[in-house]
């Protein structure tokens, strides 16, 4: 493991090398960020979201938490999402999990949890939400993976049922909402192929919130 002290002299190396590459990176980077991407990811250690994406420095706006989790009444996650939307004006926002999640295998365990109960109830009811596929699946570690990628799933949606993606989504055409999985085994990215567009329409019926009458619309075909 890397010493604390450790941690200082490998900041002074990357600072040498990021300016015998561009002798203004630190000014470019202290000046504005104009990232394309928001990227909501799991807080686990081994997941290195820049790396993954092979994107620098000023290329992705990050939120993480346990499980890749977003919850309406989290004021942290919302607010990502709103200023990345709205003043980042990002063009993807990226839900990304990862297989052998923490936090995914200990909402599938029958435990008190303490302080934990209810952020992983989020993805127990992910689990109820999607029980009868779940419980079709005899092997308990294809049914753990599932899972983790219906939490991504769900909590893609979650992000569609925003205002600030809704409205931004209605009057520039963007950002787009996708849902990611990261294998830690093997370093590989999988795209669930979210049909964004269709689950925006479907999700509008009760969650339209743009001010633009297509919930009433729909409610009235």
């Known amino acids: 493991m890397t010493s604390y002290?450790?941690?200082?002299e490998n900041n002074r190396r990357w600072i040498s090398s990021k300016l015998a590459t561009d002798a203004e990176f630190f000014e470019k980077m202290a000046d504005t960020q104009t990232p394309e991407y928001l990227y909501i990811g799991c807080s686990d250690s081994r997941v290195p979201?820049?790396?993954i994406m092979g994107l620098g420095a000023g290329e992705v706006f990050v939120h993480r938490n346990i499980a890749n989790v977003v919850p309406n009444t989290d004021l942290n996650v919302m607010a990502v999402i709103n200023y990345a939307v709205v003043h980042l004006e990002v063009k993807h926002i990226v839900v990304c999990g990862h297989y052998n999640c923490g936090g995914v295998k200990?909402?599938?365990q029958p435990k008190d949890l303490g302080i934990l109960n209810p952020w992983l109830r989020n993805i127990r009811d992910v689990y109820r939400l999607h029980m009868d596929e779940l419980n079709a699946i005899p092997d308990e570690h294809d049914r753990y993976n599932r899972l983790v990628e219906l939490n991504v799933q769900e909590q893609a949606i979650n992000v569609i049922k925003t205002a600030a993606v809704q409205k931004s989504y209605?009057?520039?055409?963007f950002?787009?909402?996708h849902g990611w999985v990261y294998d830690l085994k093997n370093g590989q990215l999988t795209d669930l192929q979210i049909d964004f567009e269709g689950v925006l329409h479907e999700i509008q019926k009760i969650y339209d919130l743009t001010g633009s009458g297509m919930m009433q619309k729909d409610i009235n075909q």
């Open 49 to 51: 979201t820049n790396e």
């Open 175 to 177: 950002p787009t909402v």
């Open 106 to 108: 200990a909402a599938m």
């Open 170 to 173: 209605l009057a520039k055409g």
């Open 5 to 8: 002290n450790q941690v200082f």
